[in-house]
């Protein structure tokens, strides 16, 4: 079955760090490019990061950069977000998402996504 | 940044109703452009992507046009399993991806 299932989500304080895991299955997870894409509580979808499919290339929004960072374990089938200095406006699910192109560089939109998961920042 | 402004923000519709959504780029964004149906409580869908090319398994009624900076998500006989948000999103400026502010499909 063709799927991503985040996990990692939860309350955290301001200022604290938290690391998302994304677990792939049904498709060649090594050969996609991947993506962090969240939504604040009622609000609309805004893009996190982007990872190659190998691994060599990362992306950031101006948003994030500095605090987080992706990476991915193509021998587990799994992506990861690691968020540090988190602030309120962090507040939001999140999602991981498959690149609609194989390999190279990607194309930059998403066809497939998790089913997400929440992470609230509040002291 | 590109900019997307979608319109309207919402809309009341009936089933078989023929609904049009409309994303206007700030720049020319040479057809790329994705269309997302997302229903409450779950992750975004794929719909179209290059603008008009329909992503395997959704259904015909759903199409897109559209060139330069204004794009076109049609659904030709609304079914009421696609009352949702609906967003689109520009990836001709990566890795500054940008989505519009959603438009939200309700029934009449």
Redesign the interface.
Known sequence: QVQLVESGGGVVQPGGSLRLSCAASGFTFSSYGMHWVRQAPGK????VA?IRYDGSNK???DSVKGRFTISRDNSKNTLYLQMNSLRAEDTAVY?CAKD?KLGDYG??????????TLVTVSS | DIQMTQSPSSLSASVGDRVTITCRASQGISNSL?W?QQKPG?????LL?AASRL?SGVPSRFSGSGSGTDYTLTISSLQPEDFATY?C?Q?YS??S??????TKVEIK
Do not use: M, N, S
Request: aromatic share 36%; proline share 5%; net charge negative.
């Open positions: 609309g979808l805004e893009w982007f992306y950031y929004a999602y609609g194309d930059w939109y998403f066809d497939l996504w998790g089913r997400g | 994705a997302y779950k992750a975004p869908k794929l992507y992503e967003y999103q990836y990566t890795p991806l940008t989505f519009g502010g959603g």
